[in-house]
């Protein structure tokens, strides 16, 4: 990412840049400001929302008020895209998809009877749904020496 920044302010001098990452690229200085700092020795600010004000993790810090927005309910889990398909790998503890009998290594075939193979296609899924309701998850699982098995289970959101 330094390096796409530094070679954009080469190709426009005089231009400036806001660059929007996560906290972890940006506190302290580390990770982006830095590297980009050593290529072109522009200054740099760093804004934080929301963190632990240190001394030195940002020239500042603000703390935006909460929004009352919806949050899609979650499965819990953690997936990988192999080969076309959407893998599940593994369950955070107390994982609605784990109650239900998802196990690692199933993939995701249909989500409420729609298609499904990647991490959007769930995505959509989830944010049609309220906390409470029901997810129709289609899976083939396999089995060994006897292919897959395609199985559907309820997951209480």
């Known amino acids: 990412m330094a ?5 954009y302010l080469k190709k426009e001098p005089g231009r400036r840049m806001v660059v929007i990452a996560g906290g972890g690229h940006l506190v302290y200085g580390n990770g982006i400001p830095k590297r980009a700092f050593r290529r072109n020795s522009l200054p740099y600010t760093i804004i934080l929302n929301d963190g632990d004000a240190e001394p030195g993790i940002a020239d500042y810090v ?7 927005g919806m949050t899609a309910p979650k499965l819990m889990a953690t997936f990988k895209e192999v080969g076309g398909r959407l893998l599940f790998n593994d369950f955070v503890k107390d994982s609605p ?5 998802l196990k690692a290594g199933d993939a995701i075939l249909f989500l409420d009877g729609q298609p499904a193979g990647t991490l959007q296609d769930l995505k959509l899924a989830l944010y ?12 083939a ?10 199985l559907t289970v309820e997951v209480k959101l």
Do not use: C, H, M, N
């Not at 603000?62 to 009352?68: E, K, M, Q, S, T």
């Not at 998809?97 to 009998?101: I, K, P």
């Not at 699982?141 to 395609?150: I, S, W, Y």
């Open 3 to 7: 390096e796409s920044i530094d070679d």
């Open 97 to 101: 998809a784990q109650a239900a009998g």
């Open 128 to 139: 049609t749904k309220a906390k409470g309701e029901v997810l129709l998850v289609t899976v």
């Open 141 to 150: 699982r396999k089995r060994f020496l006897l292919g897959e098995k395609v």
């Open 62 to 68: 603000i703390y935006p008020p909460a929004l009352d």
